[in-house]
Nanobody, 122 residues
Framework: QLQASGGGLVQAGGSLRLSCAASARTFSIYTMGWFRQAPGKEREIVAAVTWSGGGTNYADSVKGRFTISRDNAENTVYLQMNNLKPEDTAVYYC?????????????????WGQGTQVTVSS
């Protein structure tokens, strides 16, 4: 199971840090991803990190502003979001996927947490 937290209301240009805690003892073997879904839009991937933390990928819209990281000892993955924009407003989800699958595809992830709302005001 995955538990996301850290969302909230922030002004444009501000920062938030999302956390996703996993209960599985096998957390360290999974690719982890952060996704978001805005009202009326499809769910999109924001960032992904491989099991070791050595490989990270980002959507073009967040490159240079967001950073994904993980702490396998704490079974937690993070998303540091800086210079937030109103268009970043969405419900953010974390998910786990088996290694070897394309990391930037929504369909590669099997286990999903509940979302956390991020709202960026202009």
């Amino acid at each position: 199971q995955l538990q996301a937290s850290g969302g909230g209301l922030v002004q444009a240009g501000g920062s938030l840090r999302l956390s996703c805690a996993a209960s599985a003892r096998t957390f360290s073997i999974y690719t982890m991803g952060w996704f978001r879904q805005a009202p009326g839009k499809e769910r999109e991937i924001v960032a992904a990190v491989t099991w070791s933390g050595g490989g990270t990928n980002y959507a073009d819209s967040v490159k240079g502003r967001f950073t994904i990281s993980r702490d396998n000892a704490e079974n937690t993955v993070y998303l540091q979001m800086n210079n937030l924009k109103p268009e970043d407003t969405a419900v953010y989800y974390c998910a786990a996927g088996r290694p070897g699958r394309p990391v930037m595809r929504v369909g590669s992830y099997d286990c999903w947490g509940q979302g956390t709302q991020v709202t960026v005001s202009s």
